[in-house]
């Protein structure tokens, strides 16, 4: 139920940030840290067998240091975004800007042919980028590994585990798209957009939750569980 709650609270931080553009979507990226490592604390709480109260989900964030690190780390993982997002737009511009008239009107198939080449590089450069900070916030919460060595650390680690990290990721996007065919059946079959949605509401929650409780044992099955344990048995 600690997860479901989280899923929830997780799910409404996007639904506010998808309200105030660009803005919104840039401060969403930068917490994601910290909302990793309080998932993690999370997770490892409950795998402990202690119940997770509401007042527990700061803890974690209660060490100054660490914040800022976290934070500082958010800042990094925004930079690399943008930076591959800008490389992955960079080389399709002439055919991206020829999808939109003078008039400022634009083309949709085109737009769609052009955005095919920098979608499919900037997907690369992600793996690249997920990889470098996927550990980065428990290597630097828990294990206080300098800023540097974290993002390499987990690289390394990603890279190792490559086959294993390769399934879990394709488990995962054959779970999200499995949803996406179930609602589009529903509304083939007649169901209103609006309520096919509502439906699948629990439905993505659960998933949701479920994800977020993987992230816990995919880092103990790489780096083991020895770290200490921070303030209010985090």
């Known amino acids: 139920m600690a997860m479901f709650f989280w899923s929830l609270v997780t799910g409404l931080l996007i639904t506010v940030s998808d309200l105030i553009p660009l803005l919104g979507q840039m401060v969403l990226i930068i917490v994601t840290p910290l909302l990793t490592f309080m998932t993690l604390c999370a997770c490892r709480h409950i795998a402990a067998g202690h119940p997770m109260l509401l007042n527990m989900w700061l803890a974690p964030l209660q060490d100054a240091t660490s914040r800022k690190r976290l934070l ?13 997002g ?30 095919r080449g920098p979608a499919i590089i900037f997907s690369l450069l992600y793996l690249l980028i997920s990889a470098m900070f996927w550990h980065a916030p428990a290597l630097i919460g828990w294990h206080k590994t300098r800023f540097a060595q974290a993002l390499f650390f987990s690289m390394v680690a990603c890279w190792r585990n490559k086959w294993p990290f390769l399934l879990y990721g394709i488990s995962w996007v054959a779970v999200f798209f499995a949803i996406q065919i179930l609602g589009n059946f529903l509304v083939d079959s007649g169901m209103a957009a609006d309520v096919a949605q509502i439906v699948l509401t629990p439905v993505n929650i659960i998933v949701a939750a479920i994800l977020y409780c993987s992230f816990y044992p995919v880092y103990v099955s790489v780096f083991g569980s020895d770290y200490p344990t921070l303030q209010a048995g985090f």
């Open 86 to 115: 800008f490389l992955a737009t960079l080389p399709f511009a002439n055919s991206l800007m020829s999808a939109i008239h003078t008039d400022g009107s634009v083309d949709q198939v085109a737009l769609v042919q052009a955005i």
């Open 72 to 84: 500082r780390l958010g800042l990094a993982y925004l930079a690399c975004c943008v930076a591959g």
